[in-house]
Nanobody, 111 residues
Framework: QVQVVESGGGSVQPGGSLRLSCKVSGVTNGTYAMAWHRQRPGNERGLAAL???????IYVDSVKGRFTISRDSAKNTVDLQMNNLKLEDTAVYYC?????WGQGTQVTVSS
């Protein structure tokens, strides 16, 4: 049974950094896409960054140049390094892989 579990998150001031990590268990290999989505207050959940099956990172415009998605296929993990965080990055961040969502982790950017 596939399980997706996030870790990381927390509170930071604008301009700060946070790192999120996602672990996928119940799979035998890492050849699948993994993504980070986020749901900002009052908004629907939407994509933030995606690592394709062949290892290509894709970012939405609002996070380009600030967020970096990386994966370790051997460990079935995908991380999201978030730098220069802005107030509007405040959201619950969800990892998604193989049709499964994680429980979400809160990221709060406030001064």
């Amino acid at each position: 049974q596939v399980q997706v579990v996030e870790s990381g998150g927390g509170s930071v001031q604008p301009g700060g950094s946070l790192r999120l990590s996602c672990k996928v268990s119940g799979v035998t290999n890492g050849t699948y896409a993994m993504a980070w989505h986020r749901q900002r207050p009052g908004n629907e959940r939407g994509l933030a960054a995606l690592m394709t099956k062949d290892g290509r990172p894709i970012y939405v415009d609002s996070v380009k140049g600030r967020f970096t998605i990386s994966r370790d296929s051997a460990k079935n993990t995908v991380d999201l390094q978030m730098n220069n965080l802005k107030l509007e990055d405040t959201a619950v961040y969800y990892c998604y892989a193989l049709g499964k969502w994680g429980q979400g982790t809160q990221v709060t950017v406030s001064s």
